[in-house]
């Protein structure tokens, strides 16, 4: 079994509360622009393991498209009726 770095472990906790709180404020605006103030959040903090090249378990976040399929079987991350209630949130 592998162990997982604390320094790793930790940056993704950093990077998952990073897109919370990015999630949360775009429920609360009218008007977000995703490509210039979503997007490039999600390539800082997502990408390495859920862009194009790697997708860890299974889910993609370099596109719109992608972030509405979710991961694999169909577990959507994103509600995008209720951002609130997003499994991206949890």
């Avoid at 490039?40 to 859920?50: D, Y």
């Avoid at 399929?69 to 991350?77: D, R, S, T, V």
């Amino acid at each position: 079994m592998t162990a997982v770095r604390p320094t790793s472990k930790l940056l993704s906790v950093f990077s998952v509360a990073a897109v919370v709180l990015l999630i949360r404020s775009v429920a609360l605006a009218e008007d977000v622009d995703y490509l210039k103030e979503v997007k490039p959040v999600l390539r800082e903090r997502c990408f390495a393991c859920h862009g194009g090249l790697k997708q860890e378990a299974d889910l993609r976040l370099d596109t719109a498209e992608f972030i509405r399929q979710g991961a694999a079987g169909g577990n959507a991350i994103l509600n995008s009726d209720d951002v609130a209630a997003s499994e991206l949130l949890r």
